[in-house]
């Protein structure tokens, strides 16, 4: 039996077994790779955006039902965006989705709430007073073994990375340093930088970054400009730039122009107020040529040997709670990056074998071991030439 395995790895490109393959936690993902991901879903933009808008709102009706605190709001949205990006929306209801995001996010930043608890919170939103229900109904019982299962999911969507962001403690701060109103502009910079989660900003920008930008919209509003602010003076501290606060900006903008009914501080003004700004910061972005969208993500693969990919490319995750393991494409590239592309067909290609996922969060320890294993896969080859003696043919 051994000469036979040892025959097939060889087809196969593989020798020995499988090395595994590590998907790396990436706290950013840029524009390129979001767009790259909403493209393999199939979706539309409008049904897209209605999808991520609805999702986000029940978050935060649920969060103030449970009286949650802000930081679990933002995890929860991290997750759902994130869950987003890596299943076609059709395999699951968003509702179900948010749902798990915030019970996930709830164990994250220790406000514990039981998933039952979270269902009933959820139930009792739709109907009257009169007809509110414990949780400790039976009607929860197959809806909460649901949400647990998609948990898992919810963590391998984030490859197991816990670290999250508040831009909502920064923005504090910087209201309170350049002695802004406490009840107009920075009300409005706090409200705004919860309207953010709305948009895929949260999973592109730094904390600072975030902050920075409510603060300098709020002021725009409320005509309080922050001249240091826009200005970019003090943004080489903050580790970000006047780029990545534009593009911030803009987002913002857009979700206020295009979905205010979904947000907070997009029905307390005019959208003509919000359009006057769009125009201002349209024409800043251009005298100083500003991109839309900055940063990208052009890291290149890790690999793990000859034929296995072991880096920095993540994988779709499948409906199953299980972890999912994909075959090497036969280029050695991972066929399933971080886009939601179908998987059953890539999985089924006759030859292919299937390695185990590990998650990890340092860069450094995924390229170290993957040198090492690499030495274990090298393909040597000798030539040498034989000499054959001929018989001459008797004539």
Request: hydrophobic residues 35%; glycine residues 4%; contains cysteine.
């Amino acid at each position: 039996m051994a000469p036979t395995q040892l025959s097939d790895n060889l087809e196969n490109g593989h020798v020995g077994p499988h090395p595994s393959y590590i998907q790396l936690a990436k706290p950013y993902i840029f524009e390129q790779k979001l767009q790259e991901c909403m493209a393999a879903t199939g979706a539309t933009e409008a049904k897209e955006d209605n999808i991520r808008l609805q999702g986000v709102a029940w978050i935060d009706s649920l969060r103030k039902a449970l009286h949650l605190p802000v930081r679990t709001f933002n995890t929860a949205c991290v997750y759902y965006h994130r869950f987003r990006l890596m299943h076609v929306d059709t395999d699951y209801g968003f509702m179900d989705a948010a749902t798990a995001a915030l019970f996930t996010a709830c164990k994250i930043e220790d406000t514990l709430k039981k998933s039952r608890e979270i269902l009933c919170a959820a139930y009792n939103q739709k109907v009257t007073s009169a007809e509110h229900v414990s949780q400790d109904d039976p009607m929860f019982e197959i809806p909460s073994k649901q949400i647990v299962g998609l948990e898992r999911l919810m963590l391998e969507a984030s490859g197991f990375d816990y670290r999250s962001r508040y831009p909502q403690k920064l923005l504090l701060k910087l209201s309170k340093y350049y002695r802004l109103e406490r009840d107009t502009v920075g009300k409005t910079a706090y409200n705004m930088s919860l309207d953010l989660y709305r948009t895929f900003a949260p999973l592109k920008q730094t904390t600072s970054t975030m902050a920075i930008a409510c603060v300098e919209l709020a002021g725009r509003l409320h005509e309080k400009n922050v001249q240091e602010l826009e200005a970019g003076k003090g943004f080489k501290k903050w580790r970000t730039s006047r780029a990545e606060v534009m593009e911030t900006l803009l987002d913002l903008l857009d979700l206020y122009t295009h979905h205010r009914v979904y947000t907070t501080v997009g029905q307390e003004h005019p959208i003509e107020t919000f359009i006057a700004i769009r125009i201002t910061l349209n024409q800043e972005a251009s005298a100083n040529d500003y991109p839309r969208f900055t940063n990208s993500d052009k890291k290149k693969t890790i690999t793990n040997g000859v034929k296995a990919t072991n880096g920095s490319k993540d994988i779709r995750l499948s409906k199953s709670p299980i972890s999912p393991r994909d075959p090497i494409a036969s280029d050695g590239k991972h066929p399933l990056a971080l886009s939601p592309e179908a998987a059953a067909g890539a999985r089924a290609r006759a030859g292919l074998k299937e390695g185990t996922v590990r998650f990890m969060l340092d860069p450094e320890r995924a390229r170290d071991e993957a040198k090492v294993v690499a030495e274990y896969f090298k393909v040597e080859e000798e030539e040498y030439e034989v000499e054959v003696e001929r018989e001459r043919r008797k004539g």
